[in-house]
């Protein structure tokens, strides 16, 4: 059974850090990996998507990376703004789609003025 | 374009009660698939649904039931209300298939009392 993983759970910067959130997955045999954001309260606004033959995709000031062999992903914010705040969620496809996406937990991300 | 939309915005009921919740998925989507977050947990899978047949289940009960009907539009209902199935809805769509990105609504807020 796929279970994900994010570390940490929680994270504070001060404005304009760059950033680096991470996210496990314990079984390789994924299709894709996806990231995504969730602000308090409401639905989820995709990120990034990362098909299990990629390495890495990129969308402005946020650049995420697959090692499939690990198990591993991170998600790298750079310049860090206020409005940066929010849950962000790893998920992983290991079925092909008909079985839904496996989340994580979620990091909870302060950006401080 | 169409977003993923998503009524009601928020509802109670009473344990023991039935529900409906309704999801308009994103045009040009032809699979819809709905989770349940429970507050402070990643969204789990309940099911996915393809051209009106489910096609993929998570490890919910029976008395977690959809429709998807010939406009793409989907039902998720839930039988006999327990009180640990107060959570976020969120419905999610997408073109069938592991390539694809998955547009989530932004849920519907179920309590049960």
């Known amino acids: 059974k796929q279970e994900v993983t994010q570390i940490p759970a929680a994270l504070s910067v001060p404005e304009g850090e760059n950033l680096v959130l991470n996210c496990s997955f314990t079984?390789?045999?994924?299709?894709?990996l996806q990231w995504f954001r969730q602000d308090p309260g409401k639905g989820l606004t995709s990120l990034l998507l990362i098909q299990s033959s990629q390495r890495e995709q990129t969308s402005g000031r946020l650049n995420a990376s697959l090692d499939k062999s690990s198990g591993r992903s991170t998600l790298y914010i750079a310049a860090s703004q206020p409005g940066d705040s929010a849950t962000y969620l790893c998920?992983?496809?290991?079925?092909?789609?008909?079985?839904?996406?496996?989340f994580g937990k979620g990091t909870h991300l302060i950006i401080q003025p | 374009e169409t977003g993923v939309t998503q009524s009601p915005t928020h509802l109670i009921k009473t344990r023991g009660q039935q529900v409906t919740l309704r999801c308009s998925s994103q045009s040009g989507h032809n699979t819809v698939s709905w989770y349940q977050q429970a507050l402070g947990q990643g969204p789990q899978f309940i099911f996915q649904y393809y051209r009106e047949e489910e096609n993929g289940r998570g490890n919910f009960p029976p008395r977690f039931s959809g429709l998807q009907f010939p406009n793409y539009s989907s039902e998720l209902n839930v039988n006999a209300l327990e009180l640990d199935d107060s959570a976020l809805y969120l419905c999610?769509?997408?073109?069938?298939?592991?390539?694809?990105?998955?547009?989530f609504g932004p849920g519907t807020r179920l309590t049960v009392t």
């Open positions: 999610a769509s997408s073109l069938s298939g592991s390539l694809y990105e998955q547009y």
């Open positions: 079984d390789s045999a994924i299709y894709n």
């Open positions: 998920a992983v496809d290991s079925g092909g789609g008909a079985d839904g996406l496996t």
